[in-house]
């Protein structure tokens, strides 16, 4: 099993910054690619961005040039930079890691982009 923890959203003026972060704990050495999503209420969950093992980065292109995504094996932590943040940001970003078996998620942490 692996758990999940997320931390870092909040309210942000359009054009802001946040950086999000994911804390892995349990059967942690089984985690390959980690990365976040995000949804918003009566939508399907979409891909943010993902970074592997190896440090390997996939994005979004609604994030592309303006968010990033690193990975610090050492402390379990995936970490979410988001710059020039705008409205249709707003959602829930969750956590995720996936093992060779199955995907977690963490709860989710809310970020809303408003003037």
């Known amino acids: 099993q692996v758990q999940l923890v997320e931390s870092g959203g909040g309210l942000v003026q359009p054009g802001g910054s946040l950086r999000l972060s994911c804390t892995a704990s349990?059967?942690?050495?089984?985690?390959?690619?980690m990365g976040w999503y995000r949804q918003v209420a009566g939508n399907e969950r979409e891909l943010v961005a993902t970074?592997?093992?190896?440090?390997?980065?996939n994005y979004a292109d609604s994030v592309k040039g303006r968010f990033t995504i690193s990975r610090d094996n050492a402390k379990n932590t995936v970490y979410l930079q988001m710059n020039s943040l705008k409205p249709e940001d707003t959602a829930a970003y969750y956590c995720?890691?996936?093992?060779?078996?199955?995907?977690?998620w963490g709860q989710g942490t809310q970020v809303t982009v408003s003037s």
């Open positions: 995720n890691a996936r093992t060779a078996f199955r995907a977690y």
């Open positions: 349990g059967s942690i050495f089984r985690i390959s690619t």
């Open positions: 970074v592997t093992t190896n440090g390997g980065t």
